[in-house]
C-alpha cells in the first residue's frame, strides 16, 4: 500500500487528549477542551472524519487569526419557559450547541418541549453529536445549523446557500436510536476537503468545477460549488436551515455566514435546537416499543437487488462507532502530520499511534 495512504490508528482515548491539549495550548479552558474534544472525537468514532479532530488545524487558524475567540462562554437569555437564546460569543461552535442542548432538554423535562436559538456561533462539526446529546437524555430532537455559502440556489450558479446539515433523532428500546443527520447536497464539503487532503478523486455527481462542468477533481470542485441533493428540494431545505438558523436567531443569513476555511473574518453561523419528550402521548414504553417496531419494519424490509443489508438512519456510524472503539481511529500520514504540527505550535506532545496498516 502506499505509505501516504496507510492507516495510522488513534485510541478515542489518545485522540482525546492529544485535542484537549491543542485545544488548551490555544487558550480553552480545560472544561470547554474537554467539550470540544469530545464532539470532534465522537465524529471520527462514527466515521464522519471530515468533521473530526482533522478540523483542528483549521480551528487553530482562527484562534490565531483573532475571528474565533478560544475563551468565550455562551450566554444564555430565557424568553419564555419553553424558549431560550444562546449567544455564541464567537467562541466555539461546539459550546454554544452544547449548552442551547443542555438547555432545552432541561425544558422539555419540565414543559414536554424546549426550543433553544443560538446566534453568533461557529462551525459545529457534525450535527449527530448534538442529537445524540438529547438521545442520552431520553430526548427527540431536532438540530439545524447554517453554514458558509457553498451552494447555488435551484437554477442559481453562484454559492449563495450553506449545505447546511438537517438533523434530528429519537430513543428507541432495545433497539438502535433514530438518528437522522445528511447535508442537503449529494455530499459534505468536507468530503471534498477530505478527497483533496488525501490526494482521491471524488464522485462525479458532487459538484461543478468553476466553469460550471461537473468535475472529479476536489480542487477544482472546490472552486465551484456543491450540487444539491434532488435539485429543487434539496436547495429548498438549505434555504429552511438559513431562515431556521440564520434570520430567526439574529445571525448572518442569505449569504453572509463567513466560512471555516476563511479566517478573515467571525463566522456569525446561527443554530436552531428542539428538544421533545418522547412520552408526552403515551408511556415511555409504548413509545420505545413502537421505535423498536418502526426499527424491525425498516431493516427487515424486502430489499432490492443487490443489496445485502438495509438499514437504519445513522446505523452505519452507529456500527462504525463501536468497530472504531476497539481497533482506534484511522488517520492517514498527511493527516497526523497536521496535527502534530499544530502541537508543536504550542509545545504539546505528538499524538500516539497505536498501529499502522
Ligand atoms: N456543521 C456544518 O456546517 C456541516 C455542513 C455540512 C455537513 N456537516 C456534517 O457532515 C456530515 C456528513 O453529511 P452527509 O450529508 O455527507 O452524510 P451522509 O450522506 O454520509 O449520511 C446522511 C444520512 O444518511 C444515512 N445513510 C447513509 N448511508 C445509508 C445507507 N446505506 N442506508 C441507510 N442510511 C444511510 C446516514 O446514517 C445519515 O443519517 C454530517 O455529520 C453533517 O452534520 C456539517
Given at each position: 500500500?502506499?505509505?501516504?495512504?496507510?492507516?495510522?490508528?488513534?485510541?478515542?482515548?489518545?485522540?482525546?487528549?492529544?485535542?484537549?491539549?491543542?485545544?488548551?495550548?490555544?487558550?480553552?479552558?480545560?472544561?470547554?477542551?474537554?467539550?470540544?474534544s469530545s464532539c470532534l472525537i465522537?465524529?471520527?468514532?462514527?466515521?464522519?472524519?471530515?468533521?473530526?479532530?482533522?478540523?483542528?488545524?483549521?480551528?487553530?487558524?482562527?484562534?490565531?487569526?483573532?475571528?474565533?475567540?478560544?475563551?468565550?462562554?455562551?450566554?444564555?437569555?430565557?424568553?419564555?419557559?419553553?424558549?431560550?437564546?444562546?449567544?455564541?460569543?464567537?467562541?466555539?461552535?461546539?459550546?454554544?450547541?452544547?449548552?442551547?442542548?443542555?438547555?432545552?432538554?432541561?425544558?422539555?423535562?419540565?414543559?414536554?418541549?424546549?426550543?433553544?436559538?443560538?446566534?453568533?456561533?461557529?462551525?459545529?462539526?457534525?450535527?449527530?453529536?448534538?442529537?445524540?446529546?438529547?438521545i442520552d437524555a431520553g430526548m427527540?430532537?431536532?438540530?439545524?445549523?447554517?453554514?458558509?455559502?457553498?451552494?447555488?440556489?435551484?437554477?442559481?450558479?453562484?454559492?449563495?446557500?450553506?449545505?447546511?446539515?438537517?438533523?434530528?433523532?429519537?430513543?428507541?428500546?432495545?433497539?438502535?436510536?433514530?438518528?437522522?443527520?445528511?447535508?442537503?447536497?449529494?455530499?459534505?464539503?468536507?468530503?471534498?476537503?477530505?478527497?483533496?487532503?488525501?490526494?482521491?478523486?471524488?464522485?462525479?455527481?458532487?459538484?461543478?468545477?468553476?466553469?460550471?462542468?461537473?468535475?472529479?477533481?476536489?480542487?477544482?470542485?472546490?472552486?465551484?460549488?456543491?450540487?444539491?441533493?434532488?435539485?429543487?428540494?434539496?436547495?429548498?431545505?438549505?434555504?429552511?436551515?438559513?431562515?431556521?438558523?440564520?434570520?430567526?436567531?439574529?445571525?448572518?443569513?442569505?449569504?453572509?455566514?463567513?466560512?471555516?476555511?476563511?479566517?478573515?473574518?467571525?463566522?456569525?453561523?446561527?443554530?436552531?435546537?428542539?428538544?421533545?419528550?418522547?412520552?408526552?402521548?403515551?408511556?415511555?414504553?409504548?413509545?420505545?416499543?413502537?421505535?423498536?417496531?418502526?426499527?424491525?419494519?425498516?431493516?427487515?424490509?424486502?430489499?432490492?437487488?443487490?443489496?445485502?443489508?438495509?438499514?437504519?438512519?445513522?446505523?452505519?456510524?452507529?456500527?462504525?462507532?463501536?468497530?472504531?472503539?476497539?481497533?482506534?481511529?484511522?488517520?492517514?500520514?498527511?493527516?497526523?502530520a497536521a496535527l502534530n504540527g499544530?502541537?508543536?505550535?504550542?509545545?504539546?506532545?505528538?499524538?500516539?499511534?497505536?498501529?499502522?496498516?
Open positions: 500500500m502506499d505509505s501516504a495512504q496507510e492507516k495510522q490508528y488513534v485510541s478515542a482515548d489518545a485522540a482525546k487528549k492529544f485535542t484537549i491539549s491543542i485545544l488548551t495550548g490555544n487558550g480553552v479552558s480545560p472544561q470547554n477542551a474537554s467539550v470540544i465522537q465524529a471520527d468514532l462514527r466515521g464522519v472524519d471530515t468533521h473530526g479532530t482533522n478540523r483542528i488545524p483549521s480551528y487553530m487558524e482562527r484562534i490565531r487569526q483573532g475571528v474565533l475567540d478560544a475563551t468565550a462562554n455562551p450566554v444564555l437569555n430565557q424568553i419564555t419557559p419553553v424558549v431560550a437564546q444562546i449567544d455564541g460569543r464567537n467562541g466555539f461552535g461546539f459550546l454554544a450547541a452544547h449548552a442551547g442542548m443542555t438547555r432545552a432538554i432541561e425544558m422539555a423535562r419540565e414543559f414536554g418541549i424546549g426550543m433553544v436559538s443560538v446566534k453568533h456561533s461557529n462551525h459545529f462539526g457534525m450535527s449527530a453529536w448534538i442529537v445524540q446529546q438529547a427527540m430532537s431536532l438540530v439545524f445549523t447554517n453554514s458558509s455559502p457553498a451552494l447555488p440556489v435551484w437554477g442559481g450558479r453562484e454559492k449563495l446557500m450553506g449545505v447546511s446539515p438537517i438533523a434530528c433523532g429519537a430513543p428507541a428500546g432495545k433497539e438502535k436510536p433514530f438518528i437522522l443527520d445528511m447535508a442537503p447536497s449529494v455530499a459534505a464539503r468536507g468530503k471534498i476537503y477530505k478527497a483533496a487532503r488525501r490526494g482521491e478523486k471524488i464522485p462525479g455527481d458532487w459538484a461543478l468545477d468553476g466553469e460550471g462542468r461537473p468535475t472529479d477533481d476536489p480542487r477544482s470542485a472546490l472552486e465551484g460549488v456543491m450540487l444539491p441533493m434532488g435539485g429543487p428540494k434539496g436547495s429548498a431545505l438549505a434555504v429552511m436551515m438559513d431562515v431556521f438558523s440564520g434570520v430567526l436567531s439574529g445571525s448572518a443569513f442569505a449569504g453572509h455566514v463567513t466560512g471555516p476555511y476563511d479566517p478573515s473574518k467571525p463566522a456569525d453561523v446561527g443554530h436552531f435546537l428542539v428538544a421533545i419528550k418522547p412520552d408526552l402521548f403515551m408511556e415511555l414504553d409504548e413509545f420505545k416499543q413502537r421505535m423498536d417496531y418502526l426499527y424491525q419494519r425498516v431493516v427487515g424490509s424486502d430489499k432490492m437487488a443487490g443489496v445485502e443489508r438495509v438499514y437504519y438512519p445513522g446505523e452505519i456510524e452507529q456500527i462504525t462507532h463501536a468497530e472504531r472503539l476497539q481497533t482506534g481511529i484511522p488517520y492517514v500520514e498527511a493527516e497526523i499544530e502541537a508543536d505550535k504550542v509545545g504539546a506532545e505528538h499524538v500516539v499511534v497505536s498501529r499502522t496498516g
